[in-house]
Structure formats: structure tokens, C-alpha cells
């Protein structure tokens, strides 16, 4: 982690780190005496940073610097520091690099209480640290010519040619462990090499690296290597979170089920067993949920995500045996739903005296739904009884979750256990509009009726709610308001792009396409890798989004957003047990023409390509696999989205 001056100083959140720990604090560069004046810092990776300093050999030179002095900083402890001489005579340049580090924990860095530098010794080519947290040390090749641990100082004499280079190397490693692989950098990454191009120059970009920030993020299971999830993001999260491990592979579906299978084989091994309340739970952190309700149970979360995830996986492709394996774990969450509500109507907090949240309804709605869809399919009982619940709760919802007002109306963010409405509007209100994926290419229903359903599009898409650079977590005009909140005023990318995919598909084009314009405006400032998160500052003429100092980046479900937000575009709705595809593309085409290529649906590689007007063609499928015709009809009376095959070709089209 570094600032854009490129000098790790030891302040805030400065450092190489690994498995949570801090292994370097401080590297800090003088050439000649002089620290190199920063001119620009950019991440060329997900997993690495590039930074460019100047200085002038003679202060009797002129203005125009000489030397150039070039820093690639590498996630794996790798930098390499080159100086470049344009000066027309030979340079003797001392340099000399400043190293320490404090072998804090992130905890306690974040705490602010991570404690002063330790003393170095002297080690092989480098200097090394220890103490009880464990040690660390720092290599470099050439080896310097002076070595001063008391200072933490390594020394060189370096000679430049004009026009010539010299080049350091420096190396952070634990002692006794090598460098670190990416498993995303394997041949057995999971995701598909997808690809976009159109009409905006943006959305090329955005896939890229989206799909870097992701494969950067793999984790592997140490006792079962064959299965990889995601950690949740850099640097507050370097390790599995459930619920945003299933959420981004649920996103990242496009890209091929193998990440979903793996996130939910490595899950399953956590369920908990046994008798008691939690049986059937996958166990999880605690999570801030604003200035208005406790913190939430994430583990809530995960464990109704563990069965729609399964579901929406089998319609992508997942093949039949390996969803079979995986039912056993996914009834379990369902038997706890049922058994968490109870004779009631609501599945509860798990904490006595808790509110009943509303996004928590919408995801156990989900969970019954397609729960109960995977139980049919595979011959297993309960999905009738998932149905009558779901339908209670549906009917019970919209009559006790809405607040009617004179500007419409909107849903409560949670009721208290004495029945008072929580009236704060949020981006958690999304969750009403991600209602999973059904057989055939339709959408399971959702909690709200269609009146309710526009009133909420109206809200998302308003000056309270839309920022201008996408969904802030909390309408300005509410109570507690913080542009930077994490869940109550900050953009969170995940939760916009869930909006987009909601809104478009309830036929909300212009909301979703100004969100969907707005978070791509972001991305561009952020050089197309999205942090998590971001303040919630009104977006104006010649301004960019604040960063928010502590946002993950990359962050997985930031990344797999950047999927959803272009696959949203195209609307593509598998039913691979079925053999068919269905296509809903945005039909207002809001970034003109895109074309995704190396998509993965059936298995196999799927193309699309949505032309101006909004009409759908897909230019590459599994063989076999049929377009389904899905006829739109607007407010005019024209209708879209009728699919025919041409004859002969290979391609199907979708048309007006």
C-alpha cells in the first residue's frame, strides 16, 4: 500500500504486507542526497504500481531534470528501482534506501497502535527484523556496498554512461518463504478471458480489469488446492469474507460457474452441524449497517446466498453432478430458514432483540424460491412448502414494510422488535429488485407489487439517492447522512451495480442508464479499477469522486460489479439444464453498441453483440443451444425482444 509520492514513510497505512502483517513500513529513496520529486504514480495491475521521480544532477543544470527515477512496486514484495541519465556526461550517483517496519498487524495499524520501528541486523545482502510477531527481511541484488543497521540504511555508488541505467532490485520476504504466486496468474484460473469493445471506449477497459482485480483476489483452499474463491479486497480484507465471496461469484457467473463451485465447495466445509438454532448456518463476521440499525450478521447473509448461488449456477452451466454434491449443503441452509422463521412470518435477527431487516427478507425470499426450484429439480422435498412461505411473506411485506408518505411512498429499512417502521431509505433497498433467476429465462417475483416497485425505481434514480457517480448508501436528505459512511452516504459499487441490473430489468431503463453512466464516470477517474467504495459527494461540472481513504482496491465485489453492469446491457438469461438462452437487452442502449466476447454459458464460449438500437445478436453459443424468444411490449404498443434463428448461419438475433 503507498501514497501517489511513491516513498513507503511508515505513516498510516504504508507497507508490503503479508498474511495480515506488516513485513515493511518504510523504503524510502535519496539519490545524491535528495529525494526524487514525484511527477506521477499509476497501478499498472491489479497487483502492482508504477512511479516516476525527477531530479536534476547539477542545481546548476536549467530547469529540465536528468535523471529519471523509476520505482515498480509488486504485491509479491518485489520493487525495482531504476534511474535512467540523460545527462551528456558520465554520473556518480550515491544512492541510498532507507528501510524499517514495525511487524504490525492490520488491526492494529488500523487502531492506530501499531507501535514503533524495531532495530535491524545486518542479513546476508540486505537487513532483517524480528520479534515474537515473527520476522521479516529485505534482500537486494546488487548487493550494497554499505549495510547500517543502526540507521536501517542500505548504500550504493552507482555509475550512469549517458544516456545509461542502473538498476536495484529489493525483495521482502518472511524467512524461509519464497515469493508469492497469484493463483490467479495459473493456467487453471477459473474465470473466462472475457472481452468488450463498442461505441464507449470505457467498457473494454472495464472488463479488463475488472477480471485482473478478480484473478488478483483468488484464494486457494490449502486442504483441498482444486477449489479457489475470492478474498473480499486489499488491504482491509485479504482473506475469505463468506458473504462477499458468494455475492462476487454470483456476479462473476458470466465469466463460468468454476469460481461458484469452488466458493461453495470451500463453504460447505464451514457449515455448521449438530443440533441447535445455528445448525445448517455458514458462519461469519459481524458488519457496521449504518448510523440507523445494529450491525448485521453477515453470516445471515451467506447462508441464504449458499442456495441461490447453487441454483443460478446450474442454470449457467454447472453440471449436474457436481450441483447433486453441493444440494445437501443448500438444503441445510434451507432447513435453517425454515427453521429461523419458525411459525412466523419474518426471518429474524439473530440477535435476541433485533430488528427484522428488509434486505434480510429479500434474501430469504430469494433463498425459498430458487431453493425450492433446485429441490424440484433434483427430486428432493420441501419446495412446496418454500413456496407457501415465500408467498405469506410476500403478501405480509408489502403491507408491513411500506411507509406511505406524500412523496409516494418507500419501503422501511427494518421493523423493531415492537412493531415501529425504520422509515431511512438506503442502497440496501436494491436487495427488493435482485429477485435470482428461474428456469426458462424468467425472473422469480419479487416483494414488492409493481405499484411499490415504481416508487422505488423513482427513489434509487433521484437527486437523493443517485449521486451523479452512482448509488450512495443513504438518501442526503436522511438523518446520520455522511458523504463518507460506509452504509450511510458513500457510493458502494456492488450495491450500484445491483440497481443498474434491478432497474433495467424492471424495465426502469432511464434510472438504471443514468446510474449505469455515472458509476463508468467514476470508474474512468479510478482508472477503470473500482474500490469498493467511494464518498458520496454530488457530482458537478469538472469534479471526480472522492476516495474514500478506507475502501478496499481492488475489492471482489467491486470487480465482479464491473461484470453485472456490462452483462446488464445484453440481458442474458441461461437456462442450461433446458438447453436455452434468453436475451433482454437495455433496449434505450445507453452506451451505444457493446459486444461481449469469451463470455461462458453451457460450458462453452458465448458471445453477444447489442447494436445501437438495442437489438441483441449472438454471435457465438454452445452447440445446441437455442435463443428463447422473449416479446416485450411498451407503453406504445411496440414490442422487443422476439428471437429468431437465421437460416442458414450460426448467429441468432434478436429484433424489433
Known amino acids: 500500500m503507498s501514497t501517489d509520492q511513491g516513498q513507503l514513510t511508515g505513516r498510516g497505512l504504508d507497507g508490503f504486507y503479508r498474511a495480515g502483517r506488516r513485513m515493511l513500513s518504510r523504503c524510502q529513496i535519496r539519490v545524491a542526497g535528495r529525494e526524487p520529486l514525484a511527477v506521477q504514480a499509476r497501478m499498472t495491475g491489479a497487483d502492482r504500481a508504477r512511479f516516476v521521480g525527477t531530479l536534476r544532477s547539477s542545481p546548476q543544470a536549467g530547469p529540465d531534470p536528468d535523471v529519471v527515477v523509476e520505482r515498480t512496486r509488486h504485491a509479491d514484495g518485489t520493487e525495482r528501482i531504476t534511474l535512467h541519465s540523460a545527462a551528456a556526461r558520465p554520473l556518480r550517483l550515491p544512492v541510498e534506501v532507507a528501510l524499517g517496519t514495525d511487524l504490525a498487524d492490520l488491526g492494529a495499524i488500523a487502531g492506530g497502535t501499531a507501535g514503533p520501528e524495531l532495530p535491524a541486523t545486518v542479513h546476508a545482502c540486505g537487513l532483517r527484523w524480528s520479534s515474537a510477531k515473527g520476522t521479516s527481511a529485505v534482500t537486494a541484488d546488487p548487493p550494497p556496498a554499505d549495510a547500517l543497521a543502526s540507521a536501517g540504511l542500505l548504500r550504493w555508488e552507482l555509475v550512469l554512461p549517458p544516456g545509461g541505467s542502473a538498476t536495484i532490485e529489493l525483495r521482502v520476504r518472511t524467512d524461509g518463504t519464497g515469493p508469492v504466486r497469484a493463483v490467479g496468474r495459473a493456467a487453471t484460473s477459473p474465470l473466462a478471458p472475457a472481452r468488450a469493445a463498442g461505441d464507449d471506449p470505457g467498457v473494454e477497459a472495464l472488463l479488463r480489469t475488472s477480471i485482473e482485480d478478480l484473478q488478483a483476489l483468488l484464494l486457494r483452499d490449502p486442504a483441498h488446492p482444486s477449489d479457489i474463491h ?293 470508474a474512468a477517474v479510478f482508472g477503470h479499477r473500482l474500490p469498493d467504495m467511494y464518498a458520496g459527494e454530488r457530482r458537478t461540472d469538472g469534479s ?81 443451444l437455442q435463443l428463447r424468444a422473449w416479446p416485450r411490449t411498451t407503453p406504445d404498443g411496440t414490442t422487443w425482444g422476439g428471437a429468431v434463428r437465421p437460416a442458414p448461419g450460426p448467429n441468432w438475433i434478436s429484433h424489433r
Not at 291 to 308: I, K, Q, S, V
Not at 549 to 575: M, S
Request: charged fraction near 20%; charge should be neutral; aromatic fraction near 4%.
Open 230 to 522: 475470492l478474498a473480499a479486497g486489499a488491504p482491509w480484507r485479504c482473506g475469505l469474507a463468506p458473504a462477499e465471496a458468494l455475492a462476487a461469484a454470483r456476479m462473476t457467473l458470466p465469466l463460468g460457474t468454476r469460481l461458484a463451485a469452488g466458493t461453495l465447495r470451500t463453504l460447505a466445509r464451514t457449515q455448521l452441524r449438530g443440533q441447535g438454532p445455528q445448525s445448517g448456518m455458514i458462519p461469519a463476521p459481524m458488519r457496521d449497517a449504518g448510523t440507523h440499525l445494529p450491525p448485521g450478521c453477515t453470516g445471515t447473509e451467506a447462508t441464504l446466498l449458499f442456495p441461490a448461488l447453487l441454483a443460478e449456477a446450474r442454470r449457467w452451466g454447472l453440471p449436474e453432478p457436481e450441483t447433486e454434491e453441493l444440494l445437501p449443503a443448500a438444503e441445510r441452509c434451507l432447513t435453517w430458514l425454515r427453521t429461523s422463521v419458525g411459525d412466523g412470518t419474518y426471518l429474524p435477527d439473530p440477535q435476541p432483540g433485533g430488528p427484522v431487516r428488509c434486505e434480510t427478507q429479500a434474501h430469504a425470499h430469494r433463498a425459498a424460491l430458487l431453493g425450492a426450484d433446485l429441490l424440484d429439480a433434483f427430486g428432493r422435498p420441501g419446495g412446496a412448502e418454500l413456496r407457501h412461505w415465500a408467498g405469506a411473506l410476500r403478501r405480509a411485506f408489502r403491507a408491513d414494510f411500506w411507509i406511505d408518505d406524500l412523496g409516494g411512498g418507500r419501503p422501511a429499512a427494518a421493523r423493531a422488535p415492537d412493531g415501529r417502521l425504520v422509515p431511512h431509505l438506503g442502497a440496501a433497498a436494491v436487495h427488493l429488485l435482485d429477485t435470482g433467476l428461474l428456469g426458462g429465462g424468467e425472473l422469480a417475483p419479487g416483494l414488492l407489487d409493481r405499484v411499490q416497485t415504481e416508487q422505488l425505481a423513482r427513489l434509487l434514480g433521484g437527486p437523493a439517492m443517485d449521486s451523479g457517480w452512482g448509488l450512495r448508501g443513504q438518501g442526503v436528505k436522511e438523518a446520520g447522512h455522511n458523504l463518507f459512511g460506509h452504509r450511510s452516504g458513500a457510493v458502494r459499487v456492488h450495491e450500484t451495480a445491483l440497481a443498474v441490473a434491478g432497474l433495467a430489468t424492471a424495465d426502469y431503463e432511464k434510472e438504471a442508464s443514468a446510474l449505469l453512466r455515472g458509476v463508468l464516470a467514476a
Open 544 to 624: 471526480a469522486p472522492l476516495p474514500h481513504p478506507a475502501a478496499c482496491r481492488p475489492a471482489a465485489t467491486a470487480a465482479a460489479a464491473g461484470v453485472v453492469l456490462l452483462t446488464t446491457l445484453a440481458g442474458i438469461r441461461p437456462d442450461a439444464p433446458a438447453g436455452t438462452v434468453t436475451l433482454r437487452p437495455v433496449r434505450s442502449a445507453p452506451l451505444g453498441e457493446i459486444v461481449l466476447t469469451g463470455l461462458r454459458v453451457a460450458g462453452a464460449p458465448f458471445s453477444v453483440r447489442v447494436s445501437r438500437l438495442g437489438l441483441a445478436m449472438v454471435e457465438e453459443a454452445a452447440d445446441g
